[in-house]
């Protein structure tokens, strides 16, 4: 074989392999894509900003903040937008690379009451699944349970 000849085997054997590997990719990017909805529609139904307005106009007379926050939609960049990774020679990122996207939507209810006071809900993925957590404490992933858990949560941040 000839050294052209064997060239243009190895191009089309990469040809296969970049096909091949898009394929991949648009497959990964739908199966996340999916996730992101289900957690959307998760937070939709558990009625997540529903739960905490009530709080904030029943228990707070409307003086709370409701916030929520998007991890794939937002950028996580400090307050001077650079990086702070310190690399391995001590100096800057060795490696430029995106910052992985959060696969957690964030709803926070905060409030001043002798300091500033919040409750966190996050519904996100994880390897085991999606997951409910109030205030960094997992929850099951129903509206009895988030009711429950933001009552016990309010009263936590208040020490009642």
Known sequence: MTWRETLEGLKEEL??????????VAEEEAELA???EDLTN????????????????TLLDGKGEIE?????EAAPEDDDGEDSVIGMNG???DIEEEPEAADVI??????????????AVDVGLSDDGIYLQ???????????????????????????
């Open 34 to 36: 999916q996730e992101r």
């Open 134 to 160: 109030i205030n960094e404490i997992e929850i099951r992933a129903e509206r009895e349970a988030l009711e429950q858990g933001l009552i016990e949560a309010f009263r936590d941040e208040l020490d009642l």
């Open 91 to 93: 100096g800057g990122p």
């Open 15 to 24: 040809a296969e392999a970049r096909t091949r590997r898009k394929a991949r």
């Open 68 to 72: 929520t926050i998007i991890g794939w």
């Open 106 to 119: 964030t709803t926070i209810l905060s409030w001043e009451e002798g300091g500033e006071l919040e409750i």
């Open 42 to 57: 998760m937070v939709d139904n558990l009625g997540v900003n529903e739960l905490l307005a009530d709080i904030n106009s």
